[in-house]
């Protein structure tokens, strides 16, 4: 109901109430005026009868004349009762009038709030047939946009049923967007299990024919890169389940650069990389050390993996609002058309490495973001990857 329509239905409540006070009112006044007007006329007559009580015939004549009273025996001293008048014998046609114009604004405000009242039923009737037909578009999935009007209990009602079914429709979206993102990581999963499996059939069927330590190899390397796979998918499903758990301590910036570059030290010394870590005073930030440290590791392991001997450079910084991580390579940098998918979970780029499973960097996004963080992927203007981390401090 719009504010105008509930202006409306309050004036009319307001005026029939109103009216009603007003006969009452007016009844009551005229009761007293009457009463008024004998209790003069009685104290002129006493005073007149007491001087003159000849007079007495004469004024009980003139008064009968007005009134038509008929006098019974009352108390001398009340000289009108005792001529037989009531205080009503002197409202007469005034009285008779006043009477009139009560029953008629009487009858007016109950007709007048009778009427409103019906008005208001029948506008509640028409809102909440308004809703059910509402609710039942919503369930048939035709439900439109519901605009609450104006600032009564319906519009109220129609404002947290529209939330409501707004979060529903929300709930409704996620639950499908997350049975679609169940199938397609079953399938990526499918896809990264064949891989290895397809591998280790080979080596067998090559070890039937031929004994050679080559095949054992390639069936480590396979059933290495399976336990990976086994435990980055324990994890995720930990993740998607909320049942990982995080640890909210103060974490030196500088020592989980460290702690991440020293797990890794056996894959630079391999891969005939460094790793540049400049101490730049110590700068706190929340987080989970070790869960933080796998993501930091997944990012440098990244960097070393796309500039092979060359060098993993780190670098941070904070300020009132933010502490920064940037960790980068001098390589040749993403693919342009790899960028916005980098974090996608089970997506192997242009460039990437064999034997990746393309969980890495989603894993350490997922770390990052529940640490009230975000992380970026770009490319240096004068060449080579770049990651950018940044922990909010509110």
């Given amino acids: 109901m719009s504010g105008r ?49 000849e007079t007495k015939i004469i004024i009980s004549a003139a008064l009968k004349e007005y009134t038509g009273g008929n006098p019974d025996g009352v108390a001398e001293e009340d000289v009108l009762s005792a001529l037989g008048y009531r205080i009503s014998d002197f409202s007469g ?5 006043n009477i009139l114009f009560v029953a008629a604004g009487f009858l007016t405000g109950i007709l ?21 037909e509402y609710l039942e578009q919503v369930n048939t999935g035709r439900a439109a946009i519901l605009s609450a009007s104006g600032e009564d209990d319906f519009s109220k009602l129609e404002d947290e049923i529209y939330k409501t079914v707004t979060f529903l429709y929300q709930t409704k979206d996620k639950a499908i967007q997350a049975k679609n993102d169940f199938a397609e990581n079953l399938s990526n999963i499918a896809h990264q299990l064949k891989t290895p499996i397809t591998a280790i059939s080979l080596s067998v069927q090559m070890m039937k024919q031929n004994m050679d330590h080559k095949h054992l190899e390639q069936i480590e390397k396979q059933l290495l890169r399976l336990t990976h796979l086994e435990d980055a998918l324990l994890l995720l499903s930990r993740i998607d389940a909320g049942t990982l758990r995080l640890q909210r301590d103060e974490v030196d910036v500088f020592t989980l650069l460290v702690l991440a570059a020293d797990n890794l030290q056996e894959l630079f010394v391999s891969s005939r990389a460094a790793v540049d870590i400049p101490e730049q005073g110590e700068m706190l930030v929340t987080a989970d050390l070790d869960w933080t440290m796998e993501a930091v590791m997944n990012l ?5 993996e796309h500039s092979p001997g060359g060098t993993v450079h780190c670098s941070y910084a904070q300020n009132p609002l933010y502490t920064e991580i940037l960790i980068w390579d001098d390589g040749e940098g993403f693919a342009k058309e790899d960028i916005p998918h980098l974090f996608e979970r089970f997506y192997r780029g242009e460039n990437a490495c064999e034997g990746g499973i393309g969980i890495g960097l989603a894993l350490s996004k997922e770390m990052i973001e529940r640490q009230n963080g975000t992380i970026r992927a770009k490319n240096k203007p004068e060449g080579g990857a770049l990651f950018e981390i940044r922990f909010y401090s509110h």
């Fill in 112 to 132: 007048l709030f009778i009427v409103t009242f019906l008005y208001r039923n029948k506008r509640e009737a028409i809102r909440i047939r308004n809703l059910a």
């Fill in 5 to 53: 329509k509930n202006i409306l239905v309050t004036f009319g409540f307001v005026l029939s109430t109103s009216l009603a006070a007003a006969a009452v009112s007016v009844l009551l006044a005229s009761y007293h005026y009457s009463r008024l007007q004998f209790e003069l006329l009685n104290v002129i007559c006493g005073e007149v009868v007491e001087e003159e009580p």
């Fill in 300 to 304: 440098m392991k990244n960097c070393m």
């Fill in 93 to 97: 046609a005034t009285s008779r009038q």
